[in-house]
């Protein structure tokens, strides 16, 4: 049996592990499994347990991802390795970027990528060594079904990592690693690292990986992401319902006003207050949703939702609803074909947009994340409009293959975006508590 001079290994290609890492190498099992927030060091861990592998004799290791982008993280790292540290094409190794194997020409050990996408790649045996990638995204099945049985023929091993995403078949492999768990699966260890550290009053006193992330970005991080992305994603919690953004909005809505008609309902203007109307407009088969917001108190007072209508009845619509409420302050979709001429037409009529909204990766997500941060605080209130109700619960959030947060539902999403933007210009606070005098230290008139 060949033995490896790790020390050696981790010295030539500069691996130096944290102490997640040295946690987690000193106390694997036959299957390992790392539940972490972001940036806690995983990708690095994978690479450098698939790359010792091909340093012994004849042995066959796979990297797994949901897909080839999300494989690519641990196989960048061995391949760098090979580039920088082993002289590349001209050393041991050979590097198939075609066929996504690395091989060893002195030991016969070779390392494939594989995706979870391409499920009859993962039919095969005699597999030495197994590491999936952000295991908690691929489907429930291919553990089981396909890279388990693998293992069978040369006993061997595992290591499933990732960031948690609901209580799937990730969450019953972690189950299987804990104290309790392996009672009844010792062949299972289970480890689990947030990238931040909070104390018992939910403050932010360390980083797992301080080179990544400092405390005050932790801090930042926190402030200006909803509770369940910042739980799942920078703590490692798992929860119910994962994916879906807006899990705490019920303590919005205000069962005591009454609504006969949920798409047409509008309460009286108040003398004196301020409103914000939000704007997403009908393309296609999608409704125009209009929905207008009090300054005052931060309360949805009027809600309106139609399609099939043409531009003159919107825009004529729209010019009654902002002059009755005072002239409010418009903020409209303004994002594809359309959306110019729509402001334009407004203005011919005088009324005036005062923020044109264009859609984009980033601007939606800024949008819906402040939407999401004022549902989650109670920072707004509205009566239970059932479509608005419905398209607030199946709204999800999912990373793309770039690992960026991408918002969306199965379902439409107007009125949800009609609510966003009616949002987007209002203060952290309603305007009665700030002319109260509780910020400002003067006493204003009581609005009416």
């Known amino acids: 049996m060949i033995k490896l001079n790790l020390n050696k290994l981790k010295e030539q290609i500069q691996f130096y592990p944290n102490e997640l890492q040295k946690t987690v190498l000193k106390n694997m099992l036959r299957f390992t499994v790392v539940v972490s927030g972001k940036r806690a060091g995983k990708s690095m861990l994978c690479a450098y347990l698939g790359f010792k592998e091909l340093f012994l004799p004849y042995h066959v290791v796979w990297v797994i991802g949901k897909n080839y982008d999300v494989a690519s993280r641990v196989w960048d790292y061995i391949s760098e390795w090979v580039d920088r540290y082993f002289d590349g094409e001209k050393g041991p190794f050979v590097v198939n970027k075609h066929d996504k194997y690395i091989f060893n020409k002195l030991t016969g050990a070779k390392l494939t990528m594989k995706s979870a996408e391409e499920v009859t790649s993962l039919l095969g045996k005699g597999l030495d060594l197994a590491i999936i990638d952000e295991a908690a995204r691929i489907d429930a099945g291919l553990w089981d079904g396909y890279i388990r049985p693998n293992l069978m023929d040369r006993s061997g091993r595992a290591v499933l990592i990732s960031n948690p995403f609901g209580y799937n078949w990730f969450f019953e492999a972690y189950q299987k690693g804990t104290p309790e768990g392996r009672l009844e699966n010792p062949e299972y260890i289970s480890f689990y690292f947030p990238t931040a550290i909070e104390d018992e009053k939910g403050e932010i006193i360390g980083s797992i990986n301080p080179q990544a992330f400092s405390i005050e970005e932790l801090k930042s991080i926190k402030a200006t992401n909803p509770r369940d992305i910042w739980r799942s994603e920078y703590l490692g919690v798992f929860k119910e ?18 609504v006969e008609d949920p798409n047409n309902w509008f309460e009286e203007p108040r003398i004196g207050h301020l409103y914000n109307i939000g704007v997403d407009i009908a393309r296609a088969e999608d409704f125009t949703v209009i929905c207008v917001v009090d300054r005052m108190n931060h309360r949805v007072v009027g809600f309106w939702r139609g399609n099939q209508v043409s531009w003159e009845y919107m825009r004529e619509k729209l010019k009654e609803i902002s002059q009755r409420y005072n002239d409010a302050m418009i903020t409209l979709d303004t994002t594809g074909m359309g959306g110019d001429m729509f402001v334009e037409s407004l203005a011919d009529i005088g009324v005036n947009v005062d923020t044109e909204y264009t859609f984009g990766s980033r601007s939606k997500m800024l949008l819906i994340d402040k939407l999401s941060l004022f549902l989650e605080r ?24 770039s690992g960026n947060i991408k918002y969306g539902s199965h379902k439409k999403d107007d009125c949800v975006i009609g609510l966003a933007l009616a949002c987007w210009n209002l203060n952290d606070e309603p305007l009665e508590q700030l002319l109260s005098g509780s910020v400002f230290g003067i006493r204003s008139r009581k609005y009416t």
């Open 378 to 401: 109670g920072k707004i209130t509205f009566p239970k409009l059932s479509i608005l109700f419905n398209e607030l619960q199946s709204f999800t959030y999912h990373y793309t293959d």
């Open 241 to 258: 319902g994962a994916g879906q953004l807006f899990g705490n909005f019920e303590r919005c809505v205000d069962g005591s006003i009454s």
